[in-house]
């Protein structure tokens, strides 16, 4: 870059001396405050209980309806439950759990595969994410039409129409979310240790995917009425999501501690970096850590989704003055939501130890103290994994869900949609790792500038420029609205004809 460009890139924090000062004490407390080695306290510990007996009563009752129909129907005799209705007598738990069996093996593939290929092909792959979901959640749409499955049809309409909106109103954002996931790979490439942790937490939620399977295969295969199925599938399936947004959360932290010390200290080769910090960090995040994950899993998903789909929209509406009035009541509630449940909140647990709301609150108040917030906003990187991860979703619930139709047609719908939610949980928990990164650099970027600086000065130059220039465009919006409500305040001050 030329001189002229760095100087005006820098500008962003040099330019405001609240800024730079806020800047510079926020980095010189992380280095003071930040001590892998330091005692930890439990924090969210009642969230934590709750996991724990979420897990094992549901095992217990995976258990009993799995083996209910298990190589004998009704073996426990859950079916006089059903109030005399028998729409399934002769299912059983084995004609179904093969299904899922192949819905793990496609989602744990294709997870395998977005890790090896992350060094290499992951700026095509987040492109073909981007591009080909609309398509094919189109296609599926389609699909359901001709099968006369009207409800699936019109959902997956608006998901796709959704979708392709989203990426119209971000299109201009694209070309910086992925410089942002660029640099994201380069530090994860550099970390193949933490590499293993995501496979390993892959193989840890496969087991547990193998017991869920189990239950959920006994439920499609049960006697129960169609309504009965649904809920217990509806359940079962809110239960799945949590555990997965706990396991890669839990990833989210290890890496983000990872990721956060070799900033801090100049390189993973650096002398000051602490000894056996991997272990360290996967120890705080599966201790004392463990239960501020659990408490985050629960909400943070949710409304993040939420977030993202308000901002494009609310970008794209112009001057409908009274959709706008709603749009932005909706948008400042969410923003509101966003101060207490964030993902950055993983990074302040990772590095610090807080408990969830504490860590979140503090990261947020550090984006708006020092104006990179506005740079968090013009990012779309999670919603670019987030898409990823869906089109690895519907790929497995593709293959899972052509089976059981030859199989057993009206399974079809079943079987497809809990396979889905399988195979998103298991890219999920590969995408969750370059996440982590991109959360961990804004917050070291909040902290210190010059922590990125020393890490790739290029990579430096092009978020202060973008900031400095986000910030430049949030000033004249503001000025601009405050110009239209002294002319609108006059013309009514000013006596009628």
């Not at 510079?24 to 992380?30: F, I, L, Y």
């Not at 087991?207 to 217990?232: E, K, Y």
């Not at 990012?379 to 790929?395: E, P, Q």
């Amino acid at each position: 870059m030329s001189d002229s460009q760095s100087d005006s890139s820098s500008s962003a924090f040099s330019n405001s001396p609240s800024l730079a000062a806020n800047a510079d004490q926020a980095g010189s407390r992380s280095d003071n405050r930040f001590n892998l080695s330091s005692d930890r306290h439990w924090r969210d510990v009642f969230w934590l209980g709750i996991f724990a007996i979420h897990l094992i009563g549901l095992g217990f009752v995976l258990a009993v309806l799995g083996l209910n129909r298990f190589k004998k129907r009704d073996r426990l005799n859950l079916d006089r439950y059903t109030n005399g209705i028998l729409e399934n007598p002769n299912g059983l738990t084995e004609d179904y759990w093969p299904l899922y069996a192949v819905a793990s093996g496609v989602g744990t593939v294709l997870g395998w595969i977005w890790l090896l290929f992350l060094g290499s092909q992951a700026n095509h792959m987040m492109k073909v994410s981007v591009h080909i979901l609309t398509t094919y959640l189109a296609v599926i749409s389609v699909l359901c039409f001709w099968d006369e499955q009207f409800f699936w049809g019109v959902a997956f309409a608006i998901g796709a129409g959704l979708q392709f909106l989203y990426v119209i109103s971000v299109i201009e954002r694209l070309p910086f979310t992925m410089l942002v996931l660029q640099k994201a790979v380069k530090m994860v490439w550099s970390l193949p240790e933490v590499m293993r942790v995501a496979y390993a937490f892959m193989l840890v939620m496969l087991l547990w995917m193998g017991i869920w399977s189990f239950g959920v295969a006994g439920v499609v295969a049960s006697s129960f009425d169609d309504g009965g199925r649904w809920w217990l599938l509806v359940v079962l399936s809110i239960s799945l999501f949590w555990t997965g947004a706990v396991l890669c959360n839990t990833v989210h932290v290890i890496l983000s501690g990872m990721v956060f010390l070799v900033l801090i200290h100049g390189g993973r080769e650096a002398a000051t970096m602490p000894a056996k910090s991997l272990m360290k960090s996967i120890r705080y995040a599966v201790t004392t850590s463990f239960g501020s994950i659990c408490y985050g899993s629960l909400f943070t998903a949710a409304i993040r989704t939420l977030r993202w789909e308000i901002r494009g929209f609310r970008s794209k509406i112009g001057n409908n003055e009274c959709l706008l009035c709603c749009v932005d009541f909706l948008f400042h509630l969410v923003e509101t939501l966003v101060r207490f449940f964030n993902k950055y909140a993983y990074v302040q647990i990772a590095v610090y130890g807080k408990g969830f709301n504490h860590s979140a609150r503090d990261a947020w108040e550090l984006f708006q103290s020092t104006g990179v917030e506005a740079l968090i906003a013009y990012d779309c990187s999670g919603a670019v994994l987030l898409m990823g991860t869906v089109l690895g979703g519907l790929i497995t619930g593709t293959c899972s869900g052509v089976w059981a139709y030859h199989k057993s047609e009206e399974k079809m719908v079943m079987v497809g949609s809990t396979a889905m939610l399988m195979g998103m949980i298991l890219v999920g928990l590969a995408t969750v790792v370059v996440e982590s990164a991109v959360t961990s650099i804004y917050i070291c970027y909040a902290l210190d500038p010059l922590l990125i600086n020393r890490w790739d000065a290029e990579f430096f130059d092009q978020l202060s420029e973008t900031l400095h220039q986000r910030l430049q465009y949030r000033s004249a919006r503001a000025r601009e609205v405050l110009a239209h409500n002294r002319l609108d305040s006059r013309i009514q001050d000013s006596p009628s004809v």
